[in-house]
């Protein structure tokens, strides 16, 4: 039941952050799948011991080639499913925790923490860097 609650609010807060961004109303159902897909795979890769930076990857490599997928079919910059869709992976409680522990004086577990939280989001980057670069690689060879 936890499990269908965390799915079914990061469809929601996808959504919700895809209309905060003035996205097209038919982008909005698309990305929020998205963001959902992206959160199951975080929570799968998780959920079979491996760490959340390599959960953030592999859910951001998904996100991204979807994203390309869509954006080709309806007409739509990859930016457009992009910018929503990756909220659900977006570290905010652990940097919350590590500002937290840090002004409780845990300096080692705050550092600690702040820098999961950093290869987090290098790992988000990441995914998203390759398949675009993949993508853009794929579409000149050809497309000429």
């Not at 079919?73 to 992009?82: A, E, F």
Request: hydrophobic share 60%; aromatic share 8%.
């Amino acid at each position: 039941m936890a499990l269908l609650l965390d799915l079914a609010l990061s469809f929601i807060v996808t959504a919700a952050f895809g209309v905060l961004q003035q996205l097209p109303t038919c982008t909005l159902l698309p990305a929020g799948i998205l963001g959902v897909v992206g959160r199951s795979i975080y929570l799968g890769v998780n959920a079979q011991g491996q760490s959340p930076v390599m959960g953030s990857f592999l859910g951001a490599v998904a996100i991204a080639v979807l994203a390309e997928a869509l954006a080709r079919w309806q007409k739509m910059p990859v930016i457009v499913y992009v910018v929503a869709s990756f909220i659900p992976l977006v570290p905010g409680l652990i940097i919350y925790e590590s500002m937290g522990v840090l002004l409780q004086g845990e300096y080692t577990r705050g550092i600690a923490l702040a820098t999961q939280a950093g290869l987090i989001a290098v790992a988000i980057a990441a995914g998203l860097a390759i398949v675009s670069s993949v993508a853009r690689f794929y579409n000149r060879l050809y497309h000429r």
